[in-house]
């Protein structure tokens, strides 16, 4: 069961090379389970017993299902993922001659990767691109479906210190190479053009990156292993969207939300510290007609599970994690927390998961950072920014984050369903402040 819900997750991101994309692939996925989808630019009417699906920038996107027995004690149960992962993004004037030999495209860091792993692959473009019909801007989604192009290391005898420790320069080490001598400016655009089928003068704009192009995989002397490009945090965001689809329970409104830029603060309007989240809760509560005081009972009784994988133990360097308070790959969920409050979690919402993961049948495991290292952040706490509940962090545990091939468990993504399921069907309630009631 693990290796074919693994192959799903490789299925997933395959077709998700950017988080506009995932975004759209997981609008498709719940559209044809029969959700509605829904524009922020019109009006809702939503009735009990039907999911709907929204999206924001075409990168964003909040799923929610109506329970059928919602009243005025409901409450929301939210999973919160991101849809991006770290990359490279191509500059609006995108073509660099070297020489009139070789053509590259101009690119700056989107996020935190680790420059090496993008050496010496195949990659190629994918994003959105803005279309112009008539007096009409239409976002029409790009995968150059081909080897495109290639980030050459330098020979080891040009550069003598690429192994002690080479600091990678972005705008000179880590332009792809596009073409050769024949290549010319706007060779890209025409090839955009002839991809998406129109005319080159139609194309008004893009936001277009690029992606890894070796296909995931499933390796280890017993199968135990998978590999890919974007697990952090398509791993969270798929194992949501399927939690999702199980159901939830009939007196709550669950929520999928998966965010946007999150690798990069998450501070735009389809961020998680956009009013996204918010605006979406609110409306659902107009919608379904209750009091306006209702809404912040709902929310005082609501629970987040923030999603964002976790760093395993790396079998080269275990000194690099806390002593007891550290991870393995196929051992359990991770629940992460953080003196500081850069992860949610606190004694109250760790309990409270722990009964979702007992529901579950899934081990938990915790992680801290070692104190005499920073760590790094995620998106539940900023999310909290805008509509505050009781929220825990979690993750799958995975090696070689932010690296264009990360490694992670064959068992987690299903463990992750698994408790996600759980808590979907979960009903919470707060009648009072430092309490939780948890009905199945």
């Known amino acids: 069961m693990s290796i074919q819900t693994t192959k799903e997750l490789l299925d997933f991101i395959h077709e998700s090379p950017t988080a506009f994309h995932a975004a759209m692939h997981a609008c498709d996925m719940l559209e044809e389970q029969g959700a509605t989808v829904l524009s922020e630019g019109e009006k809702w009417n939503l009735e009990k017993g039907k999911s709907y ?46 020489k009139d030999k070789y053509m590259q ?98 194309i008004a704009g893009s936001d277009l990156m690029l992606y ?27 194992s949501g ?63 987040l599970v923030s999603a964002d994988n976790a760093h395993a133990v790396h079998p080269n360097h275990p000194e690099k994690t806390d002593v007891n308070n550290c991870v393995y790959m196929n051992e359990g969920v991770v629940v992460k927390s953080h003196a500081g409050q850069k992860y949610t979690s606190d004694g109250m919402s760790i309990a409270a998961f722990r009964q979702f993961a007992k529901k579950a049948g899934v081990p938990l495991q915790y992680f801290a950072n070692r104190s005499d290292a920073a760590g790094g952040s995620t998106l539940g706490n900023l999310a909290m920014n805008h509509v505050s509940m009781n929220a825990v962090d979690i993750g799958a545990p995975q090696l070689a984050m932010h690296s264009a091939w990360e490694t992670a468990g064959v068992k987690d993504t299903k463990m992750m369903i698994d408790v996600m399921s759980a808590f979907y069907h979960s009903h919470l309630t707060s009648a009072r402040s430092g309490t939780i009631t948890i009905e199945d």
Request: charged fraction near 25%; glycine fraction near 8%; hydrophobic fraction near 40%.
């Open 105 to 202: 495209l101009n690119t700056e860091g989107y996020g935190g990767m680790i420059c090496a792993s993008w050496f010496d692959r195949p990659l190629s473009v994918a994003g959105r691109v803005i279309v112009k019909d008539g007096d009409t801007l239409t976002t029409r989604l790009l995968t150059i479906d081909k080897d495109l192009c290639v980030i050459p290391n330098v020979a080891i005898h040009f550069n003598r210190q690429v192994n002690d420790g080479y600091a990678y320069n972005k705008q000179i080490d880590l332009l792809p190479l596009i073409s050769g001598a024949e290549g010319k400016e706007g060779d890209l655009k025409a090839l955009i053009a002839k991809t998406l089928g129109v005319e080159e003068q139609a």
């Open 212 to 238: 890894n192009r070796m296909p995931g995989t499933i390796w280890g002397a017993r199968d135990e292993f998978v590999s890919c490009g974007r697990l952090d945090d398509l791993q969270c965001a798929f």
């Open 53 to 98: 699906v929204v999206t924001r920038n075409s990168s964003s996107v909040i799923a929610f299902h109506v329970g059928e027995e919602v009243s005025e004690d409901y409450s929301f149960n939210v999973v919160a993922a991101h849809t991006d992962s770290p990359t490279f993004k191509i500059k609006e004037n995108g073509e660099l001659s070297v």
């Open 241 to 303: 969207l399927k939690a999702f689809m199980n159901g939830g329970h009939p007196k709550s409104v669950t929520v999928l939300a998966v965010f946007d830029n999150e690798e990069v603060g998450s501070l735009t309007k389809q961020g998680a510290d956009s009013t996204f989240l918010e605006d979406v809760l609110t409306r659902v509560h107009e919608a379904l007609g209750y009091a306006h005081e209702d809404l912040y009972r709902a929310i005082a009784s609501s629970f």
